[in-house]
C-alpha cells in the first residue's frame, strides 16, 4: 500500500517513470472538482476510473477488499475517508475477486 498526496509529487515519484502510472496521475490533475460520478475511460477498460459517491461505512460494517487483475487507486476528491489495511496473506476471502 501506497499513502501520498496528489500535491506532493515526491510521495509517488517512483510511479509516475511509468507510463501507465505518469497517464493516471496527468488525468487526475486535470480532474475538476466536481467530476461527474460514474465511470470514465482513461484508455478503455484497460485504464478506467470509476468516481462514486456514497457515506462512509462505520468501521464494524466495512470489510477488506483484494484484487488480482486490478490496481486500486483510491482518490478522494471531497470530505474525508479512514481506509485501514493488512497484508493480503493474513485475510480469508469471502467472494469473488475483480
Known amino acids: 500500500m501506497l499513502h501520498g498526496h496528489l500535491n506532493e509529487p515526491e510521495s509517488y515519484a517512483g510511479l509516475i517513470c511509468h507510463p501507465v502510472w505518469n497517464q493516471v496521475f496527468q488525468w487526475l ?11 470514465h475511460e482513461i484508455q478503455g477498460e484497460q485504464i478506467y476510473v470509476s468516481i462514486q459517491e456514497y457515506a462512509t461505512l462505520a468501521r464494524h460494517e466495512a470489510r477488506f477488499e483484494s484484487h488480482e487483475r486490478y490496481v486500486d487507486l483510491q482518490y478522494t476528491l471531497s470530505g474525508l475517508e479512514g481506509i485501514d489495511w493488512a497484508p493480503r496473506r493474513s485475510l480469508q476471502p469471502d467472494g469473488q475477486f475483480s
Open 29 to 39: 490533475h486535470r480532474l475538476p472538482a466536481d467530476a461527474a460520478v460514474g465511470h
